[in-house]
Structure formats: C-alpha cells, structure tokens
C-alpha cells in the first residue's frame, strides 16, 4: 500500500479561491514533500517539510505538517489557472534512500 | 531541470520484445531512479542506483532490469515486454544529504506494448 495517501483525490475550484489537498502516511519520517505534475510532463518538487517542522511558506504555498496525526496538508491561496495539475506527497523515510509517493490529488482551476 | 533527458520520449513496441530506456544526467550526481506512472498508482518505483555498478530494487522490479556503467547515465530493460509494462516511465536524480533530500525528475518516456 502508498505510504502516501492524498485526499481528495480530484478538486475543482475557481479561480482566487484556496485549494486544500492533504495527505497520510502510515510511518515516521525524515521529512515529508510535495511535487506537482502538469499534464504529459514530469514531477516538479515544490517544498519540503522536516519532521520537526509544524508549518512552512513558500509564496502562495503553506504546508503544515503534524506526526502526531501522520498528516499534511498544502494549501495553495489565492488560486491561478496554471496552478491545474496534479499535487503528489512524498515521504522520506529515515535509513532509506527512496521516497514513496502517494497516488496524487487533481487539481482543477475554473477561469 | 536539473540537466535530466530521457530517450526515447515515446515508444511503442509488441509483446516480447526487448526495451531499453535510456537516462542521462550532466550534474554527476550519485543517486539514480526509475519509476512507472499508472492511472490510480501514483509513482511507483522500479529500480534505483547509488554509484556506478550500485543498483537496488524498488517495489515493481519484477520483469525489469538495469544498468549503469557510466554516473551520467542509467538504463532500464524490458527483457521481453508485456501489455502490462505499457506504462508511462521517469527517471530522477536525486540532490541534497540527510534530512534534506529531494528529486528532480526527467520528462517521461511513454511506452505503448501491444
């Protein structure tokens, strides 16, 4: 099974609202990170959480991160129409040089 | 993009056949992957490699193979492709040390078996 499980798995919005996409895993971890992907195209790392990080900002990205609840969530303000793609988590657990990566949330911008 | 080019970007090949996809990165880093993309999956990862001759199986190994006689760059091989390795492939390097590892990833090789 993913380590990484995101939810919900699609979400529509228009655009200038908030996306929130979030994310399980079921281990403890090094860090936790999420990627996107536009379509036809390859992963894009977007930020990077460590496991003694509660909360970090990067431009219109916030991500919080709570192992007490093995969750995260990214929230992505003031939403744009070349924000649709899809958002995958990744987690890297600690003594292991790979990551496992969740299924993905599909995210859509209504103009 | 981190200098990562994948060949061929599309393929399509019949059952039995022998695959090779090609990675190659400029920036001499250490660690290597190849994943596959499939529709309700996510990324799931094949084989990795950590140094020249150094590689490691991942989750789906099973029916590939690889190689990397050169740090720039890592193979994967499909022995004998099967419809059920139609799949969509990356490959990524990876770039920082401990708790601040991430991956950069190639654009993908789409690979039609029938």
């Known amino acids: 099974s993913q380590q990484g499980e995101e939810d919900p798995q699609a979400l529509s919005i228009q655009e200038g609202e908030n996306a929130t996409m979030n994310c399980s895993y079921k281990?403890?971890?090094?860090?936790l990170q999420w990627y996107r992907q536009n379509s036809g195209r390859g992963l894009v790392h977007l930020i990077l959480?460590?496991?003694?990080?509660r909360e970090k900002h990067s431009g219109r990205l916030r991500v919080t991160l709570d192992t007490s609840k093995k969750s995260s969530s990214l929230l992505i303000t003031a939403s744009r129409a070349a924000d649709t793609a899809s958002y995958f988590c990744?987690?890297?657990?600690?003594?292991?040089?790979?990551?496992?990566f969740g299924t993905g949330t599909r995210l859509t911008i209504i103009p | 993009d981190a200098g990562i080019t994948q060949s061929p970007r599309h393929k399509v090949t019949e059952t039995g056949t022998p695959v090779t996809l090609r990675c190659h990165q400029t920036e001499n880093h250490r660690y290597m992957y190849w994943y596959r993309q499939d529709p309700g999956h996510g990324l799931r990862l094949i084989h990795y490699?950590?140094?020249?001759?150094?590689?490691d199986k991942g989750e789906v190994s099973d029916g590939y193979s690889v190689s990397r006689s050169k740090t720039e760059d890592f193979l994967l091989t499909l022995e004998s492709a099967t419809s059920s390795q139609t799949s969509v492939y990356f490959c990524a390097i990876r770039k920082g040390q401990g708790e601040r590892k991430t991956q950069y990833f190639g654009p993908g090789t789409r690979l039609l078996v029938l």
């Open positions: 490699s950590y140094g020249v001759k150094d590689t």
């Open positions: 990744a987690t890297d657990v600690q003594g292991n040089e790979k990551l496992t």
């Open positions: 281990t403890s971890i090094n860090n």
């Open positions: 959480i460590r496991s003694n990080e």
